[in-house]
Nanobody
């Protein structure tokens, strides 16, 4: 069973930065597209960013483009989300995901990010 463990969430003021980390295990890591999703209070989970297996291609939601950067380290089975210029509307629980081909997603337990105004 794939295991994903997020860390790095916390409380930050608007305009600040946070770096989220996701440690993956029990999978052939470089075969998986890794992603970050988020769920704000009272809202559905939404896509934030993802990165292909080799780390050569990334995609971002329009709401985070230019402020967030996703990266991965295949030697360490880690994926990161650098979040800069944070806004109160970025407040959410952030989830790491792993997807192999067209299969379903594996999910971590989430890490909470709160951005104060």
């Amino acid at each position: 069973q794939v295991r994903l463990v997020e860390s790095g969430g916390g409380l930050v003021q608007a305009g600040g930065s946070l770096r989220l980390s996701c440690a993956a295990s029990r999978l052939f890591f470089s075969n998986y597209r890794m992603g970050w999703y988020r769920q704000a209070p009272g809202k559905e989970r939404e896509f934030a960013a993802d990165i292909n297996g080799r780390g050569t291609g990334t995609r971002y939601a329009d709401s985070v483009k230019g402020r967030f950067t996703i990266s991965r380290d295949n030697a360490k089975n880690m994926v990161y989300l650098q979040m800069d210029s944070l806004k109160p509307e970025d407040t959410a629980i952030y989830y790491c995901s792993a997807r192999y081909g067209s299969g379903g997603d594996y999910w971590g337990q989430g890490t909470r990010v709160t951005v104060s105004s």
